[in-house]
């Protein structure tokens, strides 16, 4: 009886703690399921705090960047206007300065000799000199020349190689003039000789007309007082009377030299000197020779 009691009441505290586990198993299942709940969404709102905070402070960051971008630029911006600021204030306030011409006219005058006295079909004939006695005239080597003449500028310091030192382009003509009254030859008399022998002889006019083309370097650009050079140029010499063969054109070149002073703005005064050589005779007329006087410039 005792041992069946002693089985029974084991059986029963056995009965009654298993209905206690089961009762109490989900309860503690459910506690434990909760905490696990609390403690992913407890991390998980850690993590986007965490997020939140790093996406702050990289926006600061952008931001601190943009503003120390944007300043130096803002910066320059504003030294560039004030520079220009004060170009403009200090190009207002400077005189204007005086304008350098490069161009000029110019116009010429004075003494001329050529090597040789001048002769031609009109003035001196051999030939009716030696068979009637009647020889006709010669002109003086000497003469006196009118003339003009334009500038024009090149370069101011001769391409790069020597400042304040201009090439210049010069063209320029002259009008020579040897003498007005030179007896003709014999043939050239009123009425002929032939016909009616102690006439009147004609007389001409010898003259001759130059054109030159050449490069005058001008040195001190920029002064008052301008010396020049022409090394070579270009002449073509047209002479009246002809020559006995009847030319009127003599090619040559030109060396020359000079200097000019400006006295009031774009006028200035000068003298110069130019020797013209050919070479040698043109059918028995010979223009070289050299001329010597003063200019009056105006540059434009």
């Given at each position: 009886?005792?041992l069946?009691?002693?089985?029974?009441c084991?059986?029963?505290?056995?009965?009654?703690?298993?209905?206690?586990?089961?009762?109490?198993s989900?309860?503690?299942?459910?506690?434990?399921?909760?905490?696990?709940?609390?403690?992913?969404?407890?991390a998980?709102?850690?993590?986007?705090?965490?997020?939140?905070?790093?996406?702050?402070a990289?926006?600061?960051?952008v931001?601190?960047l943009?503003?120390?971008?944007?300043?130096?630029?803002?910066?320059?911006?504003?030294?560039?206007?004030?520079?220009?600021?004060?170009w403009?204030?200090?190009?207002?306030?400077?005189?204007?300065?005086?304008?350098?011409?490069?161009?000029?006219?110019?116009?010429?005058?004075?003494?001329?000799?050529?090597?040789?006295?001048r002769?031609g079909?009109?003035?001196?004939?051999?030939?009716?000199?030696s068979?009637?006695?009647?020889?006709?005239?010669?002109?003086?080597k000497?003469?006196?020349?009118?003339?003009?003449?334009f500038?024009?500028?090149?370069?101011?310091?001769?391409?790069?190689?020597?400042?304040?030192?201009?090439?210049?382009?010069?063209?320029?003509?002259?009008?020579?003039?040897f003498?007005?009254?030179?007896?003709?030859?014999?043939?050239?008399?009123?009425?002929?000789?032939?016909?009616?022998?102690?006439?009147?002889?004609?007389?001409?006019?010898?003259?001759?007309?130059?054109?030159?083309?050449?490069?005058?370097?001008?040195?001190?650009?920029?002064?008052a007082?301008?010396?020049?050079?022409?090394?070579?140029?270009?002449?073509?010499?047209?002479?009246?009377?002809?020559?006995e063969?009847?030319?009127?054109?003599?090619?040559g070149?030109?060396?020359?030299?000079?200097?000019?002073?400006r006295?009031w703005?774009d006028?200035?005064?000068?003298?110069?000197g130019?020797?013209?050589?050919?070479?040698?005779?043109a059918?028995?007329?010979?223009?070289?020779?050299?001329?010597?006087g003063?200019?009056?410039?105006?540059?434009?």
């Open positions: 009886m005792t069946k009691k002693t089985n029974l084991l059986g029963i505290a056995l009965a009654t703690i298993t209905m206690a586990g089961a009762l109490v989900p309860q503690a299942m459910a506690r434990s399921s909760s905490t696990a709940a609390e403690r992913l969404a407890q998980a709102n850690n993590k986007a705090d965490a997020l939140e905070a790093q996406l702050q990289l926006q600061a960051e931001i601190s943009r503003e120390q971008a944007g300043r130096p630029a803002a910066s320059a911006d504003s030294e560039k206007v004030q520079e220009l600021d004060a403009m204030t200090s190009v207002k306030s400077a005189p204007a300065p005086s304008k350098k011409h490069d161009n000029a006219i110019f116009f010429r005058g004075g003494f001329a000799s050529n090597d040789s006295s002769d079909v009109s003035i001196y004939s051999d030939v009716a000199g068979q009637l006695g009647l020889p006709g005239g010669q002109a003086d000497d003469a006196w020349y009118i003339g003009a003449g500038d024009f500028g090149l370069t101011d310091d001769v391409w790069g190689m020597l400042d304040k030192t201009e090439v210049i382009a010069e063209l320029m003509f002259e009008y020579k003039e003498a007005n009254d030179i007896q003709g030859n014999v043939l050239a008399t009123n009425p002929t000789p032939l016909a009616a022998p102690g006439g009147s002889a004609r007389t001409v006019t010898v003259n001759q007309l130059t054109l030159t083309a050449a490069p005058k370097i001008k040195f001190l650009k920029g002064s007082f301008r010396p020049w050079v022409i090394p070579v140029g270009l002449g073509l010499h047209v002479v009246s009377p002809p020559s063969s009847i030319t009127v054109l003599n090619p070149i030109m060396f020359g030299a000079g200097a000019d002073y006295v703005k006028i200035f005064v000068g003298v110069d130019r020797y013209h050589l050919t070479g040698g005779a059918d028995g007329v010979n223009t070289d020779g050299f001329t010597a003063g200019y009056l410039g105006i540059g434009f």
